[in-house]
């Protein structure tokens, strides 16, 4: 591997320790920047969440974490990943700090914003949100492909640590490292790493990167495991534990050993991981089956391992004796640097504090996340040149303007950013919580066989005297609820697909600026969500439409019926909530559909003008849009601008879908594709979302001018932007 941002860099401690024999330490040439990170991640830390009491964190006076754990990062991603690692150390240590009823607390908080999640609103307003937010909006502004995988990753582990594990437990040093191997966080790491080397390893590599990288792994948590373990120790007396989740207690506990002979069997086997990961680096190498990034990220891992030893054998978090060199002492006393000195600006491309060739984002940790993690699920289709120089989103700081190719890898036109730190936020898995206990496996919902209707049941069994007495039994018998689970069962069905969630982020984001009450709010949110659900089914049933996100619609399973009535009785539901807003704006969005109906229904191709206003009011496979017959603003510009034969054509095209009477053929919609392509409507598509993006931008300016700065909806805008 060609070492382009880093060095090798001596350290007397790892080679005293002979752990990590033929795998040398480098370090980054911009250690600074990883320093950069980690001091304001403290420094929002005590702004947002609260005082850091006893904290040492991931710097070190010679070796920092970062710098070489990743060596060869990327320079103008070490900053944020620096401020990452941070937030999660001082995470950790509050974690650490309390009783599993707080790690569960703690940890279910931090994955609620990873995931979207908006059942706890102070959770939503908490300042561990706000530094999320912070991080993973910067990450998508620098790299977007692997910034939501990276989103992701983190979401699936912080999962994985919900429930504290009782190290008890584990039967042996084989079964702890299982776990281990899952708790040090290698998914995450790895997509960590890929990120700030711009690698992107293929979905169908991905177990096998796992298994490859199995001993680099073990390697590292056990190191962390025997280089932690005198400050977890005391921290479980200190706290009246008894158990101490590492390593060095499960051989202690389950093999009867010496604390001494405990940590030899652990440093032998860190010394075999090694061993047994060299080998599988020069395998790799001579592979012909596997990518390139595969090959760079498993030989890039080795570092991993030395950089984490390195910095485990030196760093004050895990000795008390050593303190910060003299610049990581006063940025700690004083704060940092508002930018880096001038030559150190103009290295990377920065003048007058600002980027020559990047974006601009407003500089302070904001109050947004839970869009990210429901786009990085693939449910939504988002451009890759998130920091455009067309787009100016504030002011403030510099961010990097390093855009993702479309084959995932990073282009090499980076800059560095500085000042304050810049918001992140962010994706995901599709970040919904969905129950569908009360629904079966064929989206059908029964009664039970013992259901007594109306509570008429008991008058089989009674004796009947005559007319009088059946008439006064029916009259004053003590009827019961009918059942809501008939009507409800289609809605149900509907509410459990997979969803991206984004209405009630906006939600969240506008109640930034218009700060409605808790009440109100939730009434809001349970009216969109009534509405919305009724509109997809009369939507699909309407349209004809038979798949709505790749399942059956709603109406092909239920019938048209009783899909009809379960809508109309989330009309009747969301009007009970509606009238405690007094806000007649709801009927819009059937206005909007009505006039998609009127088009579609007698082959009107609207105009632009039309159709725009249309799209107001409403919302919306392959070529989905052609299987109902819908006319899109593509669709409509090629019409308009193709010549007279092709226009023949295309209308004929899409006159077959009413004769057949049903979805066009593949082939059917290629071609209207190819038209669309040939009369360049997909580029004046796109040229229509740019402007309109513009100009969304502008009157968020303006706005927050008079209401302050809304960094949730400046993360929609983001990932909306193409």
Not at 532 to 549: C, V
Request: proline letters at 3%; glycine letters at 8%.
């Amino acid at each position: 591997m060609e070492y382009r941002f880093s060095n090798v860099t001596k350290c007397p401690e790892l080679v005293e320790s002979g752990l990590c024999e033929g795998i040398p330490l480098l370090l980054s040439k911009e250690a600074t920047l990883a320093d950069l990170g980690a001091v304001k991640a403290q420094e929002d830390w005590r702004r947002h969440v609260g005082p850091i009491e006893s904290y040492r964190g991931g710097m070190g006076p010679e070796i920092s974490y970062i710098p070489a754990i990743i060596p060869e990062c990327l320079p103008d991603r070490l900053e944020v990943i620096g401020y990452a690692n941070e937030f999660g150390f001082m995470h950790d240590d509050l974690v650490d700090n309390g009783d599993k009823h707080t790690t569960k607390k703690e940890n279910n908080e931090l994955l609620d914003a990873f995931k979207g999640r908006d059942e706890n609103a102070a959770a939503y307003q908490s300042g561990k949100t706000h530094i999320q937010s912070h991080i993973m909006l910067r990450m998508l502004a620098i790299d977007r492909p692997s910034a939501l995988a990276s989103i992701k990753a983190g979401a699936q582990f912080v999962q994985s640590t919900i429930n504290p594990q009782d190290p008890a437990a584990f039967g042996s040093l084989d079964e702890y490292l299982d776990f281990r191997v899952v708790d040090f966080g290698q998914m995450f790491w790895q997509a960590l790493i890929t990120f700030g080397m711009g690698l992107c390893i293929p979905e169908n590599e991905q177990s096998l990167c796992i298994d490859l990288c199995r001993p680099a792994w073990v390697a590292a948590a056990l190191s962390n495991d025997l280089y932690s373990w005198d400050r977890e120790l005391r921290r479980a007396q200190d706290l009246g534990q008894s158990q101490v989740m590492n390593g060095l207690w499960v051989l202690v506990h389950k093999n009867c050993l010496s604390i001494e002979k405990a940590k030899a069997v652990c440093r032998a086997t860190i010394k075999d991981s090694v061993v047994r990961f060299l080998q599988v680096i020069q395998e790799t190498k001579i592979r012909t089956d596997v990518s390139n990034d595969l090959k760079v990220y498993v030989e890039a891992l080795q570092y991993f391992v030395s950089g984490n030893l390195a910095w485990s054998l030196t760093c004050p978090k895990y000795d008390s004796q050593r303190d910060f060199n003299q610049q990581q002492r006063e940025w700690l006393k004083v704060g940092v640097p508002e930018s880096l000195p001038s030559h150190e600006m103009e290295k990377f491309g920065i003048s007058n504090g600002y980027s020559k060739k990047s974006a601009r984002v407003k500089g302070i940790v904001g109050d947004a996340i839970s869009a990210v993690i429901s786009v990085s699920s693939g449910h939504a289709s988002v451009g890759n040149d998130a920091a455009s120089n067309d787009h100016t989103f504030g002011s403030g700081s510099i961010m990097s303007n390093c855009s993702a190719a479309t084959n995932g890898d990073a282009t090499s036109n980076s800059t560095v950013f500085n000042g304050h730190p810049v918001v992140s936020g962010g994706v995901m898995s599709n970040g919904q919580d969905i129950s569908t206990s009360q629904v079966l496996s064929n989206g059908y919902v029964f009664l039970n066989e013992t259901t007594t209707l109306n509570g008429l049941g008991a008058l089989e069994e009674r004796s009947v005297a005559g007319d009088e007495t059946i008439h006064d039994d029916i009259l004053f018998c003590n009827l019961t609820k009918i059942s809501k689970e008939i009507i409800e069962a289609p809605a149900k069905y509907i509410q459990s697909m997979p969803s991206k969630g984004v209405r009630s982020k906006v939600i969240d984001g506008l109640n930034l600026w218009l700060k409605v009450s808790p009440e109100a709010l939730h009434v809001v949110k349970k009216v969109t969500d009534l509405l919305h659900t009724a509109s997809l089914m009369l939507d699909d049933f309407q349209d004809g439409s038979n798949l709505r996100r790749g399942k059956p619609s709603t109406h092909t399973i239920f019938g048209a019926g009783p899909t009809v009535n379960s809508a109309f009785f989330q009309f009747v539901l969301a009007v009970k909530e509606i009238e405690k807003l007094n806000n007649a704006k709801c009927r819009e969005v059937l206005l909007g559909q009505s006039l998609d109906l009127d088009w579609t229904s007698n082959l009107r191709c609207p105009s632009i003008e039309e159709y725009l206003r249309m799209v107001d009011f409403t919302q919306k496979g392959f070529a989905e849009d052609l299987d109902e017959g819908k006319y899109s603003l593509p669709l409509i510009h090629a019409l308009q601008s193709l010549s007279r034969h092709e226009t023949v054509m295309l209308r004929n095209l899409l006159s077959q879908r009413r004769v057949a009477g049903c979805s066009p053929l593949i082939e059917h919609k290629t071609l209207i594709l190819e038209l669309m392509k040939q009369a360049g409507s997909l580029e004046f598509t796109e040229r229509a979302l740019r402007k309109l993006m513009g100009e969304i931008e502008s009157d968020m300016r303006k706005i927050e001018e008079q209401a302050g700065e809304n960094l949730q909806l400046r993360v929609m805008a983001m990932l909306l932007a193409i």
